[in-house]
């Protein structure tokens, strides 16, 4: 009982995610690859031709000193500038005069439409301190042109990324694919929560071999393939008259409903609805530990015990409620309902 519950809460939560998985993962391979490619109205700018020679870089050498990792020459904006790369971070700086690179409002746009190649008009650059994750932890700014958003990283003056309606359920399917709800987390199959949901399915697999094991030694485990014992389950109504015959197949429960339902329950078997509640005409098996929750004492002394929770036997067993005989009426009223059943 107790591993099948445990079973259940993890297949639940497991199950879930699967199904999550499956619908994100077939979305994404049946969407339209333009409808959600990020670049689809992008273009890289080609490299612009600078001036020669080159300022003196002296005074570079001699601001970074030892940080120095190298310096190169971009080419995104109308004019290149220098992009010095240091222990601490990238430097931004003009060629000619050399100085301090900052970005103007003109630059910003100027980079943003040689990005684009849609016919939309380019809004004003506007800053954008707190970017989603993905765009950037630093401020951005943003052009929008149509249904596109253009992120300019503001040191740089560079084109971080363009953004649509496709290009954010994409991102949306992916971080339901890949159980991307936490900060930082990121795109990969060995983020946190999926080593979690692994651990998961791995309890679950256990719990449900721990269940077969229990059902298995309680005598109430039916495999597909077993084959009907020798002995009679005889059911009879609230009045003690003759309902009908099965053969024996694991519990009562499994052996009266094998062909058709004719026991409604609502856990399935797991011994904690109480519907498949079942008089004993005679020798009433010990009560189980499951008896004892769902049963009071009474029924207990009555000899009221729980059909999934029994091995069925050459027994004698009453209905124990006028709404399991009402069920049962309807479920055989067409009167195919053989006498015994296989
Ligand atoms: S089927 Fe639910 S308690 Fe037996």
Not at 110 to 125: E, I, Q
Not at 272 to 289: F, Q, Y
Request: proline residues 6%; hydrophobic residues 40%; aromatic residues 8%.
């Amino acid at each position: 009982m107790k591993w099948q519950k445990w079973h259940r809460i993890l297949a639940w939560m497991a199950g879930l995610q699967m199904i999550l998985w499956l619908i994100t993962g077939l979305t994404l391979s049946l969407l339209p690859a333009d409808l959600l490619n990020d670049s689809k109205d992008r273009v890289r700018s080609s490299p612009n031709v600078i001036a020669t020679p080159l300022p003196d870089l002296t005074p570079l050498l001699r601001e970074h000193g030892d940080k120095l990792l190298g310096v190169d020459v971009a080419h995104h904006l109308p004019q290149a500038v220098y992009q010095v790369k240091t222990t601490e971070g990238d430097h931004w700086y003009r060629i000619k005069p050399l100085a301090p690179f900052t970005p103007t409002i003109a630059e910003l746009t100027w980079v943003a439409a040689a990005s684009y190649s849609g016919n939309a008009p380019l809004s004003r650059p506007e800053l954008i301190t707190s970017p989603a994750q993905s765009i950037s932890n630093t401020p951005v700014y943003l052009v929008t042109a149509g249904d596109t958003q253009i992120y300019i990283d503001t040191a740089s003056a560079r084109v971080i990324a363009h953004k649509h309606t496709g290009s954010q359920i994409k991102q949306w399917l992916l971080m339901i694919h890949f159980m991307d709800y936490f900060p930082d987390n990121g795109l990969g199959f060995n983020a946190l929560p999926i080593q979690i949901m692994a651990l998961l399915a791995l309890t679950m697999g256990l719990s449900g071999v721990a269940t077969l094991i229990s059902r298995g030694l309680a005598g109430t485990l039916v495999l597909p393939f077993k084959l009907a014992g020798s002995k009679t389950l005889e059911v009879f109504d609230l009045e003690n008259r003759p309902l009908a015959e099965f053969k024996c197949r694991g519990s009562l429960l499994q052996s009266i409903n094998h062909k058709q339902k004719t026991l409604t329950t609502r856990c399935g078997g797991g011994g904690s609805c109480g519907m498949c509640r079942l008089r004993w005409l005679e020798d009433a098996p010990e009560p189980t530990k499951q008896d004892r929750f769902a049963l009071s004492e009474a029924m207990l002394t009555e000899g009221v015990r729980l059909g999934c929770q029994h091995k069925a036997g050459n027994m004698k067993v009453a209905l124990s409620t006028p709404a399991q005989q009402k069920y049962w009426q309807r479920q055989t009223s067409d009167d195919t309902h053989p006498a015994t059943k296989g």
